[in-house]
Each structure stands twice: as structure tokens, then as C-alpha cells.
């Protein structure tokens, strides 16, 4: 018996064997055969999807080649779509390269006298591939490549900071898409570009209250290298998205010249991130509240503000600051941002990432994306959010003033004043939220 | 652990399946287009230009046409008017003194079809002298009874489009144009915001209130003055249009580009505009054109 067993046993081993050559086999051939894709270096993936939103157009079969046509008609169409993306791939190609081989047009380069362009030099050295869990080697490398977006940025942004990396599924908030142009947290007027310094400060402090950490312990060329390289993507995001426009939406000309994408397209783009520093907001000095008892006072100003039928602030904050004025809204009243508004909820295929609603902040838990500062929440009251629904009570192009410094200064004292105060009985005339019944 | 699988036979079999996995592409949409190699080297070098030249040379303004048309028509919904649904304006006191109605699709008494946009899709188009008098006048658009007064506003992109709000308490108005400045100002009682737009828009856009998310309002921006917006009764014309072939394209809150008729792909047709008066008829929207 115990023959038998041993000699089965020797059986069974030397055909495991042979199964284990068979799959090492089986692998070697997988990895040498069908996979040769898996090398090639990553592109920029191009902006369909907002081309399609902005169309209106409900389906992707105008520019799929083996997509369904109904006519003579359609099939012209689409010919000439897929054309058309051909030609804004090619433009963009031209104008940025790729993301191991970064480009910028001279005419658009790092112009230190008039203070802007876009630093080749910085982007270059944030763009390749990742270098790894190594320490970056500094010297000998190819074109002084150091791969941080790639490693530090891409899984939440994606390698085209579409904003679409394979972590953003799982985050609430979503990583920002810089391709609009369009950023929430910064120092600058509600339709300005942030300034360099306010994306340093975001990848230095982290937004507090989302995923997005802190990379102070990063060396500082490598934030300002990383800092280059957002504004880069932007510019290039922005640049793709308005030749796409023209393109596929109006239906206009772009002539494949270096002149045709620089005058119309890049260069006011490039003029309007140069602009930021002068679009910061800059507020008149903040009132005096040095003893308790004048910012007693000041709080009590900023209450009545806050309750107060020009500020509105409790129809989305909150009769009672909780961030909930809004939840009793049916779900096609529901806040969102410029990034998910056009999105269809549970449609996850055509928008690479779900809808996601907007929550109006919180202001009781003392967690200040854009910053805790007295100066950061002025500023917020003053411009309002970019992207967002929060709008601007301040002065703007073509509109006074809803409220004055003072006033914004006294909101200040009070917003900051909230997680301090005990979840109060809202102010007279104001109805609170669970007086509402979800109608979903 | 099972005696017939050793690690290094598990390692080997899940990189396997992970290659294997890995080789299938991802489920993309559409293709990615690929850029041309040889016209990228061509537009970097500065290549071009001179063609570029002379083609601006050639372009040459658009010819005086030979006379001026106007075209008018009535969209009538077909089917019985659906009911409009009231909306829940308890949110703020202020609203609730006029009653506020979702405003997607508006039929008349006698079947006409309110709001439907209807405009000159066709480029260089010959404008007629008589819109110089109006090309930077200041249109209205108001915030009255908690809802947008007009409901849809027909522009050219050289006017001015003031923000009025003519309620007792506070409105914002968020408009994001595709490839122009987004705009949001928080406009106080009996205040206005005044703002331009830097480009022609292909379909109206969206103006919203968020302190009162039922607020929609639309705005379509045009360089040409031809586009009007059908009234109570499913009316509208386009005044001294040039004689010619034209395209026009038709839009409707709840369908979108409406395809009114068959043969009007994505809400799009040509008409030869005759000097004097051009009739459309009556055309019958079917109900089945609109998203529920």
C-alpha cells in the first residue's frame, strides 16, 4: 500500500511540475506576445467627454468608427468628426507634447521680463515615468526627468489631470479636473486664475477636509516643479477644450499653424494666468475687535448679515450653519459643481467618474478647505467659489457691491465664531430643514 | 495549504491572469484619435504660415445679398397640453407669494409651443443695416417672482446682458459658457450685474439660481441677430434675413435640438430665404420628441 501510495504520489508531484513548467511557459508567452501595448509610453487622453456634453449629444457613436449609422448622412458626420479629433489630436500633440515628452512653443515658454509662459525647464523635470520607491536620482537622468506627477499626482488627478486617476472613483470630494482652468481655492477674483503661490499653498498645506494631502515634505524645487506642471496640464486642458469647441461645436477652421493655435488659443490663456497676481484680492483693513467685547459685537453684526435676505447664506448653508439648507430638495434641485452638473447620475461609462452632488460646507466643524484664515473667508465671501454655486458678494466687473468690506469683515467674525456657538434655534423666519421631507 | 499547488505554481497563475487581464484594452468610448506625426513636426517648425497669408487675403467680405426676407412660422405641440407641475417654492417665504411653474415645456390654450429658439446656424451671414441701431444695446434679464423673466433670452454677443432682480430678497445667477468667462454674482434686491459675452454659444445655455434651485433660466448668445424665440402662441420671426440658402437650427428646453419634422437632423434644416415674406406654416411637434 504504502508502495503505491509513493509511487502515486511521485506521480502526482512530477505532473505538478510539469503543470508548473506549463504555466511559466504560458506566462512567457503572454508577456512576449500579446502585450507589447502595455510598453508603449502613456498619452493625454483627448477630451471627448466634454465635447460630447457641450453637444448636447446623447450618444458616442458620432465619433466611433464601428458605431451604428442610419444613413448616407450620418456616416458624412461622423467621417468628418473623427477627422476633426484627428486634427485637435494632432494641435495639441503640437502645441504640449506628450507625457514623457513635455513641449511648449518658444513663443509660449518661461518670459521672466514680462513675468509669463510656462517654465519648460520645471515641467519637464515633474513629467516621465515615475521613478519608483527610490529617491530620485537627480544626476545622469535622461533629460532630468523625475516622474513626481506620475508619483506623487496621477493615481487621484490621472496622467492628463482629468481628474479622472483610478483612486478618484473612491473620493469624495473628486479630484479636480484642471482641464477647465477653473480652480476653487485660491486668492484671486471669482473668473482669475489662481497664482502660483496658491497652488503651491495647496500642495503644501493639502485641502483640508478632502483627500488631497500635504506635500510639505517634499524639497521646494519639486512643489515648483509640480506647481509648473498643473498649470501646465491646465493650460493645455483649457487650450484642447476650446480648440474642441471651435471645432466640433461651431463648427469653425482652425488652420494647422503654430500661429492659428497660439494667437487665437494659447496665448490668451497664457496672458490670463499671468493676469492672476493682479486679480488678487486685496481687502480694505479688517475692523478693530481686540477686546471680547468688540468681537461680541462684530459676531452679532455678522449673525445678522448671515440671517439677513441680501446674503441668502441659510438657503444652502444652513438655517443653523450645518451646510444642509439645500437637502430637502428634490433630487434634479440638488447642488452641483461645473465638473458633475452635466453628468447623469448612475451613468459611470460615459463620464468616467458618477455624479457627484455638491455639499454645501459645513461651517460648524471648523474644517476650511480654502483655508481657516480671517483673509481665506473673506475671500470666499468676496469672490465666491469658481466652479461652484457659491457666488461673489462683492464688487465685480459690471456689478457693485452686495456687501461692503466692512460687512464681508463682520460674515468673517461670524463664520469663524460658529463652531464655537451652540447649535442655536434658528433666527426668526427661518424654518429648519427637517421641516422638509425628502420628496424622492 | 492544498499539497498539489506550491507557491511559486500560485504566483505564476495570478500573473498570469493578471497579464492576461491586463492585455484586454479598456472599454473606451471612442477610439483615441491619433495625432499626425508629420504635420506636428510641420506646425512646430512654424510651417504654413505663408499659406495661412494668403488665404486671409482671399477671404473677402460677404457680398451685399440680393435682397432682405423674413421668415415666420408657429410650433404647435401635438397631443393634448401637459399639465404644469407646480414647484415647491416653501424653500424661501419670499417665493411663495406667486405661483411658480416648471417652465421645461409651455403649450398656449390653442396648442402653440412657447420657447422654442429658433436661429441662423449658417456663418458669415450679410447683416442687415437695420440691427446697428440695437448691436450694443443692454438687454434684460430679470429675476422677478422667483423665476427668469424671459424664461429664454435671444442675444448677440456685442450687446450687454444686465442681471436685474426685482425681488425682495437675494438671487445669484451662475452662467458657465463653454470656452468663455463663467459668471456668478450674488445680486441684491433691486440691484443689477451687468456682463458680456466674449463668444457665440451653439445652443442656449443655462442660467440658475442655487439659493433657489428650481430657478432655470437659458441664454443663447449669437454673433448674428438672427434668432428669435416663440411667444404665447408658438409664433416667432426673424426679421430682414439675407436672400439665400441658409441653415437654421432649432432648439427646445426639453428635446433639445428639436427635430420638429423628420427630416430635420438634430434640431438642423436649410431654407432658401426669398426677398419679402417667408412662411414655415404650422409645424407639428409630436410629444414623443420630449424627455419626460
Known amino acids: 500500500m504504502s508502495n503505491m501510495d509513493s509511487r502515486f504520489l511521485t506521480a502526482a508531484t512530477f505532473l505538478r511540475r510539469r503543470a508548473a513548467w506549463g504555466l511559466w511557459a504560458a506566462l512567457g508567452l503572454a ?70 515628452e513635455p513641449y511648449v ?40 526627468q523625475l516622474g513626481l506627477f506620475r508619483q506623487h499626482c496621477a493615481h487621484c488627478h490621472g496622467v492628463t489631470g482629468d481628474g479622472a486617476g483610478p483612486t478618484a472613483a473612491f473620493l469624495n470630494p473628486q479630484p479636480r479636473d484642471y482641464r477647465r482652468g477653473i480652480f476653487k481655492f485660491k486668492s484671486t477674483e471669482f473668473v482669475a486664475k489662481p497664482t502660483a503661490a496658491d497652488l ?19 524639497p521646494g524645487d519639486e512643489i515648483e516643479a509640480l506647481v509648473e506642471y498643473v498649470k501646465y496640464l491646465s493650460i493645455r486642458g483649457e487650450t484642447e477644450r476650446n480648440m474642441a469647441f471651435d471645432l466640433l461645436i461651431q463648427d469653425e477652421e482652425i488652420e494647422p499653424t503654430r500661429s492659428a493655435v497660439l494667437e487665437t488659443y494659447l496665448q490668451p490663456i497664457i496672458d490670463s494666468w499671468a493676469e492672476a497676481e493682479e486679480a488678487v484680492i486685496r481687502p480694505s483693513e479688517r475692523p478693530e475687535t481686540s477686546t471680547p467685547e468688540e468681537l461680541a459685537a462684530s459676531i452679532e453684526e455678522g449673525r445678522k448679515l448671515f440671517f439677513n435676505k441680501d446674503a441668502q447664506c441659510t438657503k444652502c448653508h444652513g438655517p443653523t450653519g450645518l451646510g444642509d439648507g439645500n437637502d430637502g430638495s428634490p433630487a434634479d434641485k440638488r447642488l452641483f459643481d461645473v465638473w458633475n452638473e452635466k453628468k447623469q447620475a448612475g451613468d459611470m461609462a460615459r463620464w468616467l467618474l458618477p455624479k457627484q452632488e455638491l455639499r454645501p460646507r459645513n461651517l460648524r466643524l471648523g474644517i476650511y ?61 427661518e424654518t429648519h430643514v427637517a421641516a422638509h421631507t425628502p420628496s424622492n | ?124 451671414v450679410p447683416v442687415n443695416p437695420e440691427y446697428e441701431a440695437t448691436a450694443d444695446a443692454t438687454v434684460v434679464l430679470d429675476n422677478k417672482h422667483c423665476r427668469f423673466e424671459p424664461h429664454v433670452l435671444v442675444m448677440r454677443t456685442s450687446q450687454t446682458i444686465e442681471l436685474h432682480n426685482s425681488d425682495p430678497a437675494s438671487h445669484n445667477s451662475a452662467i458657465s459658457p463653454l470656452g468663455d468667462a463663467p459668471f456668478n454674482p450674488l445680486i441684491a434686491s433691486g440691484q443689477k450685474a451687468d456682463h458680456h459675452f466674449n463668444k457665440q454659444q451653439n445652443a442656449p445655455i443655462p442660467v440658475t439660481c442655487n439659493i433657489h434651485p428650481w430657478m432655470r433660466g437659458y441664454v443663447l448668445p449669437r454673433d448674428n441677430p438672427y ?30 435640438f428639436l427635430a420638429a419634422k423628420p427630416e430635420w437632423k438634430k434640431g438642423k434644416f436649410k431654407l432658401e430665404i426669398k426677398p419679402g415674406d417667408n412662411d414655415l406654416g404650422v409645424i407639428q411637434v409630436p410629444a414623443s420628441l420630449f424627455k419626460k
Not at chain 1, 523635470?125 to 537622468?141: I, N, S, V, Y
Not at chain 1, 503651491?200 to 517634499?218: C, E, N, Q, W
Open chain 1, 200 to 218: 503651491k499653498r495647496t500642495l503644501v498645506d493639502g485641502i483640508p477636509g478632502t483627500a488631497m494631502p500635504s506635500f510639505a515634505l517634499l
Open chain 1, 105 to 144: 512653443f518658444p513663443e509660449a515658454q518661461w518670459n521672466a521680463e514680462e513675468k509669463k509662459g510656462l517654465d519648460l525647464k520645471k515641467i519637464t523635470m515633474a513629467a516621465g515615468p515615475t521613478q519608483g520607491f527610490a529617491k530620485p536620482k537627480r544626476e545622469g537622468l535622461k533629460k532630468k
Open chain 2, 1 to 124: 495549504m492544498n499539497p498539489k499547488w506550491q507557491v511559486p505554481d500560485l504566483v505564476a497563475a495570478m500573473l498570469l491572469l493578471a497579464t492576461l487581464a491586463g492585455c484586454g484594452r479598456s472599454v473606451a468610448m471612442v477610439a483615441e484619435p491619433e495625432p499626425n506625426p508629420q504635420l506636428v513636426d510641420e506646425i512646430r517648425k512654424g510651417g504654413g504660415e505663408a499659406a495661412e497669408e494668403e488665404q486671409t487675403a482671399e477671404a473677402a467680405p460677404s457680398a451685399e445679398p440680393a435682397g432682405w426676407g423674413n421668415l415666420k412660422g408657429r410650433f404647435v405641440y401635438e397631443g393634448g397640453a401637459p399639465a404644469r407641475e407646480a414647484i415647491d417654492t416653501s424653500k424661501d417665504p419670499v417665493c411663495t407669494q406667486h405661483p411658480v411653474f416648471n417652465e421645461s415645456i409651455v403649450v398656449g390654450d390653442d396648442g402653440g409651443l412657447k420657447d422654442v429658439v429658433i436661429y441662423l446656424a449658417s456663418k458669415k
Open chain 2, 227 to 256: 434668432a428669435a424665440v416663440t411667444g404665447d402662441d408658438g409664433s416667432f420671426e426673424i426679421k430682414d434675413l439675407p436672400a439665400g440658402t441658409w441653415e437654421f437650427q432649432v432648439w427646445q428646453e426639453a428635446a433639445r
Open chain 1, 31 to 100: 508577456i512576449s506576445s500579446g502585450c507589447s501595448t502595455s510598453v508603449e509610453p502613456p498619452q493625454f487622453r483627448t477630451n471627448i467627454q466634454d465635447i460630447l456634453d457641450a453637444m448636447d449629444s446623447h450618444s458616442p457613436d458620432e465619433f466611433r468608427v464601428t458605431g451604428r449609422e442610419a444613413d448616407e448622412d450620418d456616416k458624412a458626420t461622423k467621417e468628418a468628426n473623427i477627422k476633426k479629433l484627428e486634427l485637435l489630436s494632432t494641435l495639441t500633440y503640437a502645441a504640449f507634447g506628450s507625457p514623457d
Open chain 1, 369 to 429: 478647505r480654502g483655508g481657516r484664515r480671517p483673509l481665506d473667508i473673506y475671500r470666499r465671501i468676496h469672490a465666491g467659489i469658481s466652479g461652484t454655486p457659491m457666488p461673489g458678494a462683492g464688487p465685480a466687473p459690471g456689478k457693485k457691491e452686495t456687501f461692503t468690506p466692512e460687512q464681508i469683515w463682520r460674515l468673517v467674525d461670524y463664520v469663524r465664531s460658529l463652531p464655537y456657538e451652540s447649535a442655536s434655534e434658528p433666527a426668526e423666519g
